[in-house]
DNA sequence: TAGTGGTCTAGACCACAAG
DNA sequence: TTGTGGTCTAGACCACTAT
């Protein structure tokens, strides 16, 4: 029933800035008043302090003491993997094709190469109760001695493609999601014969050393995909 | 030049995880066994702990010990704010009106309220150089007492409308996106003649409990609009 | 020089897991 | 009963900031 010391400061110093009692830029008192306040020893008032901290609620410097931080209320979680979203799971991948090729221009820019290196290309449709909802295309490194099993990529997702290369813990990841209007040889593939706007996903995935591993492209149908995001 | 010893040992663990040496679900030495291991304290190895803790590396069970977790290799942080985005930034806003409504049934249903309660409807066209490039509709639960001032409305973001009656530290906030292609009345607002898909944020706003304030909904013209999301 | 936060110690008691 | 992590103490030394 009773909670720790620490949480109670936690609570104490978040309500003051929630209720406006604290504003950004307002220093806390030190630890060491804190320490008297609560009559706690200092590591318990830190260990409150490093908690709110953690929550984005504060900052400390060295030497001068903690300040209350300004909310990012911009900042948005999302979950995103090119099988599942909001309204439609995918549930049959038809491998439309595998081929090295050697990157044009904009995709040498894009994986930062020169264009005599070779790639990776790999085409896939997403299909949800057997009707296509996504065109999905993988630019991969082409790295000599590791095999590509296609039974593998078939059913991946991006991150677990290159999952066997580099550690998932080490991967930098980036998307940059738009919608267009579908060109018409996505329409065939799509099978969309009415206006449909298309959902474009673009992702791309770097080492811990942020040196770009590939970029893939997904292609959803409008009416097939929501994405969702969480503030917290 | 020194680094402290808990960097130490959040550095070795850590590295330990991404080479493969320890995997999802392996258990890590004792908290007894890192203090001998680093000829350190106790506190000093929680410090470390509760880094790679926080960090998502791993996780611990009281009586049991820490273990390795598995990578979020999903998770992406978008900053949204419907005034800036990758390509586009907001540099003219008309307000189209401001109105008290009661809401539609699906507008009800969102907002978690009667039919019968009052509702603020805010409509304002976005430009960028001169340029509309989105619409959009605010929906906030009337407030007696809570004046509008329409001068603020004018330039604010859905949260900063909203920051005189709920504290930007507490709000919950929720994204869902998607393309469309838009209707009639929607190519007239924003000046669409050719064919251009719409991208559509309907952004939600709840407060601490998790009860609903606000619905705004921004139709972005297709080609004005991209959005950016990072792990890590 | 006095005050601040950052690191660290060598203990302690507790609740909980497992054998 | 032994081992684990969770909480907490009462000190210490350091580097940095402000006066």
Partial sequence: MKSPIYVKIVEDIRNKISSGELNPGDDLPSETTLCNEYDTSRMTVRKGLSILSNEGYIYSIPGKGYFVKKPDYNKYIFVYDEMNNLINNVDKIELLSVDIIFPDEELAGNLQISKNKKVIMIRRLFYTEEEPMAYDIKYLLYQRGVPIVENEIENATFPEMIS???????????????????EERTKKLLHIYDEIALFVVEQKLYDIEDRPIGLGITYFRGDYIKLHGVSK
Avoid: G
């Avoid at 998932?168 to 738009?178: A, H, M, P, S, T």
């Fill in 164 to 182: 066997n290369r580099t550690s998932l813990y080490d991967l930098n990841k980036e998307l940059i999601i738009y919608a267009k209007v579908p």
